[in-house]
């Protein structure tokens, strides 16, 4: 049974910084790309970062680049996203997902397995 299990969320002020966590079970990890997306409150999932299985390609939404880091520790069969100087606006449940399919893509529909979410809130 796969299982990925988010973690790191919370509530920060704006330009503060949190690092979120998935932890992967149940699968071969270094097979699978990997994803973060989040949805606001109303709004639809939206893509944020993804890493290829290999770690040295990553591909991220304009919206957070500069600011946000997708890493991998294969070894820990875990994928990070480092969120820097944080908006109001990131304000979200981040999800994390993975991609059978080993590319670097931003649309949610190709991903095979998904977590439960962490909240984060950014507070201005």
């Known amino acids: 049974q796969v299982q990925l299990v988010e973690s790191g969320g919370g509530l920060v002020q704006a330009g503060d910084s949190l690092r979120l966590s998935c932890a992967a079970s149940g699968l071969t990890f270094s097979n699978y790309a990997m994803g973060w997306f989040r949805q606001a409150p109303g709004k639809e999932r939206e893509f944020v970062a993804v890493?290829?299985?290999?770690?040295?390609?990553?591909y991220y939404a304009d919206s957070v680049k500069g600011r946000f880091t997708i890493s991998r520790d294969n070894a820990k069969n875990t994928v990070y996203l480092q969120m820097n100087n944080l908006k109001p606006e990131d304000t979200a449940v981040y999800y994390c997902?993975?991609?059978?399919?080993?590319?670097?893509?931003?649309?949610?529909?190709?991903?095979?397995?998904w977590g439960q979410g962490t909240q984060v809130t950014v507070s201005s």
């Open positions: 890493i290829r299985w290999s770690g040295f390609l990553t």
């Open positions: 997902a993975a991609d059978s399919s080993r590319t670097l893509t931003g649309v949610a529909q190709n991903y095979d397995y």
